[in-house]
């Protein structure tokens, strides 16, 4: 069906808008809201159609929300495949402050997912026809951390790569099952491997999974300082042009895109890890959830070119 094929599990829409600033019990004028089909493999698929690559993205969707998923996914032409599930799918709150340029997350829970609607997601993977899974984003309810590990074999058996964006036990269950990559920021990787976050802590982690065979690269990201491709053999500092965040909703989403994208064209791993990057750093221009223009992408990849 498609190049890439991501899995989103616990899908949102994601409601934006902006006000001068937050005040405790006071009425507060805000901003038209902004709507956008939003959770990790939802926003990656965004961004590779964004940069004209060939994606489905593949999530379950319950209620109203998602349909309305649905229709916000055929409205930026990206090809999707909801599994439709019983529970209603959550919404997420993006608020942006005027007066301090601060962002707040409100990131809500979603529904109890059945041992049966999850199957079935994975049976839509089994019949799709793709060189690349990537899997992003949280765990429902009622989805287990085997799912990584099922997830693997059919990757396995189809002769896809596997790439996963994910936290925590998550994380853990996914390298225990072992994947093409990884995309952890600094904390992420620390924390399960039960260190203080550093840098130097990230890349021994890091290695130290690679050395095992728990995954083949593993891409850290550092907010706006980069990231760290962990590799056989070492890791490489990719490092981002300078400028002004002016929000990081979807920055990673956007890197892991950028990543898997190259990767698809044949490009480096190294190529693949500053393109990435930079996909993430234009995305960090735009407030609330918007995607980030190919334009910044382009010119952020050509600097960093030179200089990576």
């Given at each position: 069906?498609?190049?890439?094929l991501?899995?989103?599990?616990n899908?949102?829409?994601?409601?934006s808008?902006?006000?001068?600033?937050l005040l405790?019990g006071?009425?507060?004028?805000?901003?038209?809201?902004?709507?956008?089909?939003?959770?990790?493999?939802?926003?990656?698929?965004?961004?590779i159609?964004?940069?004209?690559?060939d994606v489905?993205?593949?999530?379950l969707?319950?209620g109203?929300?998602g349909?309305?998923?649905?229709?916000?996914?055929e409205?930026k032409?990206?090809?999707?495949?909801?599994?439709?599930?019983?529970?209603?799918t959550?919404?997420?709150?993006?608020?942006?402050?005027?007066?301090?340029?601060?962002?707040?997350?409100f990131?809500?829970?979603?529904?109890?997912?059945?041992r049966?609607?999850w199957?079935?997601?994975?049976?839509?993977?089994?019949?799709?026809?793709?060189r690349?899974?990537?899997?992003?984003?949280?765990?429902?309810?009622?989805?287990?951390?085997?799912?990584y590990?099922?997830?693997?074999?059919?990757?396995?058996?189809?002769?896809?790569?596997l790439?996963v964006?994910?936290?925590?036990?998550?994380?853990?269950?996914?390298?225990?099952?072992?994947?093409?990559?990884?995309?952890p920021?600094?904390?992420?990787?620390t924390?399960?491997?039960?260190?203080?976050?550093?840098?130097?802590n990230?890349?021994a982690?890091?290695?130290?999974?690679?050395?095992d065979?728990?995954?083949?690269?593993?891409?850290?990201s550092l907010?706006k300082?980069?990231?760290l491709?962990?590799?056989?053999?070492?890791?490489?500092?990719?490092?981002?042009?300078h400028m002004?965040?002016?929000?990081?909703?979807?920055a990673?989403?956007?890197?892991?895109?950028?990543?898997?994208?190259?990767?698809?064209?044949?490009?480096?791993?190294?190529?693949?890890?500053?393109?990435g990057v930079?996909?993430?750093?234009?995305?960090?221009?735009?407030?609330?959830?918007?995607?980030f223009?190919k334009?910044?992408?382009n010119?952020?990849?050509?600097l960093?070119?030179a200089?990576?």
């Open positions: 069906m498609s190049d890439i991501t899995i989103t599990f899908p949102a829409i994601d409601k808008f902006n006000v001068q600033a405790c006071r009425k507060l004028a805000c901003t038209k809201p902004r709507f956008e089909a939003g959770g990790g493999g939802i926003n990656v698929a965004r961004a159609k964004q940069l004209g690559g489905t993205a593949v999530f969707g319950g109203a929300n349909e309305e998923l649905s229709r916000l996914l409205v032409n990206v090809p999707a495949w909801r599994i439709a599930i019983p529970g209603a959550r919404e997420n709150i993006i608020i942006n402050t005027c007066a301090d340029g601060k962002q707040y997350l990131d809500l829970p979603g529904p109890k997912i059945s049966s609607d199957k079935r997601c994975l049976e839509a993977v089994r019949q799709t026809t793709c690349f899974i990537v899997v992003s984003g949280s765990l429902p309810p009622g989805v287990p951390l085997t799912v590990r099922e997830l693997a074999a059919i990757a396995r058996k189809k002769n896809a790569k790439l964006d994910a936290a925590g036990p998550a994380l853990q269950a996914a390298l225990q099952a072992g994947v093409f990559l990884v995309k920021n600094l904390r992420e990787i924390a399960i491997a039960g260190m203080e976050a550093t840098e130097t990230a890349i982690a890091a290695q130290q999974y690679v050395q065979g728990r995954c083949d690269y593993m891409l850290v907010g300082s980069g990231a491709l962990v590799q056989t053999g070492g890791a490489v500092r990719i490092h981002p042009p002004h965040a002016k929000g990081s909703v979807g990673g989403d956007s890197l892991l895109a950028g990543l898997v994208l190259a990767l698809s064209k044949k490009k480096t791993i190294r190529e693949a890890a500053t393109y930079a996909c993430g750093t234009a995305a960090t221009l735009n407030e609330g959830t918007a995607i223009r334009a910044d992408v010119r952020f990849y050509k960093m070119k200089k990576n």
